[in-house]
């Protein structure tokens, strides 16, 4: 998966479009992410103690990982990810436009 926990992405479609942000989670099986801020959704919770009123709460929920691009943290620009192995042997992300490995 080309896309990680941590990662700063820009929203490319939908109803957030051009919002950027981390990503929470990574949902590998379904192909979706959770990027902070982006996606609120509402959830009407019951009471759960007698008395209590019941309540709101906003949450993020997921999105296809096709509508996302990672921004490059050194040029910070919107970027594919392609991948190197440099002589350490272990396998790493290179943005596509700088080429600097991340």
């Known amino acids: 998966m080309k896309i990680k926990k941590g990662d700063k992405v820009r929203i490319l479609s939908g109803k ?5 942000g981390p990503v929470n989670k990574v949902l590998s099986k379904s192909g979706k992410i959770v990027v902070e801020g982006t996606n609120m959704l509402n959830k009407h919770q019951r009471p759960r103690k007698e008395g209590e009123k019941g309540t709101k709460v906003q949450f993020a929920a997921p999105i296809r990982i096709s509508k ?25 992300r290179q943005c596509k436009k700088c080429k600097a490995t991340f």
């Not at 957030?16 to 950027?20: A, C, F, L």
């Not at 996302?68 to 594919?80: A, S």
Request: aromatic content about 4%; some cysteine.
């Open 16 to 20: 957030d479009k051009g919002k950027t």
């Open 68 to 92: 996302v691009i990672v921004i490059c943290p050194k040029c910070g620009k919107d970027t594919r990810v392609g991948f190197t192995i440099p002589e350490s042997g272990k396998k790493m």
